[in-house]
């Protein structure tokens, strides 16, 4: 077992094949969740994450050279590799690493570990390989963004979904193998409504996020329905506040012309009497 400090950027040469970490050739063991993140978080948009201390994911390829795609956090905790010669990795794997992929901020696009096999030109010609990657923390995050691999020159670069001999339950899904039972992931992970640790990745998948954008746009729309409506509630109270002011004007008005009217058909009358007796 060795570790390894943050590795710079790997870069795979030209020949190199992407394993996407949704492939039909990569294969899971339960506890993990399909992430779908931005593009400039994950290849493809797409992502594997667990929590689970003992959750593997292998990958079997025909080639010289390997690169496992993942990326750092504060989150994210320590995790074996084992390497083994062909399709089998029942027994101890013929090399074994400890890592760690733990870092102060979010980094995408890293490659935590990467190995180079000797090319085989014997009769045998054995340059089938399997790679398994276990996350040893529990509540620790380990993703998965995928893999490349550098073929063998003469033999195919198909990347057909070989399974290991130790896994011998059929897949309940198209790309997941299924080993016993893991622990299951925190409640944060499937609620979305609650907060991952710090710095920890927010599991969203496609469906979930459509309904927040509807969420979203919903809100919107009746937030500025509510305006509107406010809007024109306090356009009614000013304007039925004007009228009765100005009924209440135009009342005053004529009552006084009443009064005024009155005090005037008074007087005439008085001037008509005839003059007292005596006067």
């Known amino acids: 077992m060795t570790r390894t400090p943050f590795p710079p950027a790997w870069i795979a040469p030209p020949n190199a094949i992407v394993v996407d970490d949704s492939d039909?050739?990569?294969?899971?063991?339960?506890?993990?969740?399909?992430?779908?993140?931005?593009?400039?978080?994950?290849?493809g948009s797409s992502y594997h994450l667990t929590y689970n201390c003992g959750a593997t994911v292998s990958f079997t390829f025909e080639g010289t050279e390997v690169f496992f795609i993942s990326d750092?956090?504060?989150?994210?905790?320590?995790?074996?590799?084992?390497?083994?010669?062909?399709?089998s990795i029942?027994?101890?794997?013929?090399?074994?690493?400890?890592?760690?992929?733990?870092?102060?901020?979010?980094?995408?696009?890293?490659?935590?570990?990467?190995?180079?096999?000797?090319?085989?030109?014997?009769?045998?010609?054995?340059?089938?390989?399997?790679?398994?990657?276990?996350?040893?923390?529990?509540?620790k995050a380990l993703g998965v963004d995928g893999f490349k691999y550098v073929p063998v020159p003469t033999a195919s670069v198909s990347t057909a979904a070989y399974a290991p001999t130790l896994l011998?339950?059929?897949p309940h899904h198209h790309n997941h193998h299924h080993a016993p039972a893991a622990p299951a992931l925190p409640d944060y992970v499937h609620d979305q409504s609650s907060s991952p640790p710090a710095g920890g990745h927010y599991v969203a998948d496609a469906e979930t996020v459509r309904f927040m954008r509807l969420a979203l746009s919903l809100s919107v729309v009746l937030n500025?329905?509510?305006?509107?409506?406010?809007?024109?509630?306090?356009?009614?109270?000013?304007?039925?506040?004007?009228?009765?002011?100005?009924?209440?004007?135009?009342?005053?008005?004529?009552?006084l012309s009443k009064e005024e009217a009155q005090t005037a058909k008074e007087g005439e009358s008085e001037a008509l009497l005839p003059?007292?007796?005596g006067a």
């Open 275 to 277: 003059p007292a007796y």
């Open 224 to 255: 500025l329905v509510l305006l509107v409506l406010v809007w024109c509630g306090a356009m009614v109270c000013i304007l039925g506040v004007r009228r009765r002011l100005q009924r209440r004007r135009m009342l005053s008005k004529r009552a």
């Open 168 to 170: 011998v339950a059929p």
């Open 72 to 87: 750092y956090n504060d989150d994210h905790g320590r995790f074996s590799v084992s390497l083994f010669s062909g399709y």
């Open 90 to 139: 029942s027994g101890d794997p013929d090399v074994e690493y400890e890592l760690s992929s733990h870092w102060p901020k979010h980094v995408p696009f890293r490659v935590p570990f990467h190995h180079e096999f000797p090319l085989d030109t014997s009769e045998n010609n054995n340059n089938t390989h399997t790679i398994v990657i276990k996350n040893m923390d529990c509540g």
């Open 24 to 43: 039909n050739s990569v294969w899971y063991s339960e506890g993990w969740k399909h992430v779908v993140g931005r593009p400039e978080w994950y290849t």
